[in-house]
């Protein structure tokens, strides 16, 4: 299983960026998706989650300005950000939580990261 995370890049305060992160390999289903960020020297912190069943979550920094979705196979997420500040300058990572074939439970895998700088 992997997940491939892309569209990050440098943009300035107030505008915007869409990541997206895909997963694939043997997967039976996934259930959630999610995004987080880390910036230098601090924790890595939820930005946004989705269930499977579209149920989504914000962390309050980012609530009214980024919205999280998912394609409608469930496989690809996507982070529409906007209004964005120098506050949000991160490496942002998706997370999925996936049922892989012959696996018996669910677990949790990350994508590489993506580096997103808001900056003048």
């Known amino acids: 299983v992997q997940l491939q995370a892309c569209g990050g890049g440098l943009v300035q305060p107030g505008g915007f960026l869409r990541l997206s992160c895909a997963a694939s390999?043997?997967?039976?289903?996934?259930?959630?998706m999610g995004w987080y960020r880390q910036a230098p020297g601090k924790q890595r912190e939820l930005v946004a989650s989705i269930t499977s069943g579209g149920n989504t979550n914000y962390a309050g920094s980012v609530k009214g300005r980024f919205t999280i979705s998912r394609d409608n196979a469930g496989s690809t997420v996507y982070l529409q950000m906007s209004s964005l500040k120098p506050e949000d300058t991160a490496v942002y990572y998706c997370?999925?939580?996936?049922?892989?074939?012959?696996?018996?439970?669910?677990?949790?895998?990350w994508g590489q990261g993506t580096q997103v700088t808001v900056s003048s």
């Open positions: 997370n999925a939580v996936i049922l892989e074939s012959g696996v018996r439970y669910y677990q949790g895998y």
């Open positions: 390999g043997s997967i039976v289903s996934i259930n959630s």
